[in-house]
Nanobody, 116 residues
Framework: QVRLVESGGGSVQAGGSLRLTCTSS?????MAWFRQAPGKDREFVAS????????FYADSVKGRFTISGDSAKSTLYLQMNSLKPEDTANYLC????????????WGQGTQVIVFS
């Protein structure tokens, strides 16, 4: 069973930056970050397709967040700049093996708190 571990969360003042890291025990075709704020539905943040390096972002984070990583090391990053209080959430990384299972590897996530 693939295991993903997120790290790098914390508390930061609005306008600040954080860098999240995710390490996977497996190999996938694409990886992504999702987030879930208290009382809200889980939402997509960004994804990267290792072959070709295509990236996709939610409109709410475009221009502020950058997804990157090292496919050989199955490591994923999320550089978050110009953070806003509405970015406060638990951030989770997942991967897709293109096997019909969709996003897998939901873990504990890493908490990000942005205060004004």
């Amino acid at each position: 069973q693939v295991r993903l571990v997120e790290s790098g969360g914390g508390s930061v003042q609005a306008g600040g930056s954080l860098r999240l890291t995710c390490t996977s025990s497996g190999r996938a075709f694409t990886m992504a970050w999702f987030r879930q704020a208290p009382g809200k539905d889980r939402e997509f943040v960004a994804s990267i397709r290792w072959s070709g390096g295509d990236t996709f972002y939610a409109d709410s984070v475009k221009g502020r967040f950058t997804i990157s990583g090292d496919s050989a090391k199955s490591t994923l990053y999320l550089q978050m700049n110009s953070l806003k209080p509405e970015d406060t959430a638990n951030y989770l990384c997942v991967e897709d093996h293109y096997d019909g299972q969709g996003w897998t590897g939901w873990g504990q996530g890493t908490q990000v708190i942005v205060f004004s």
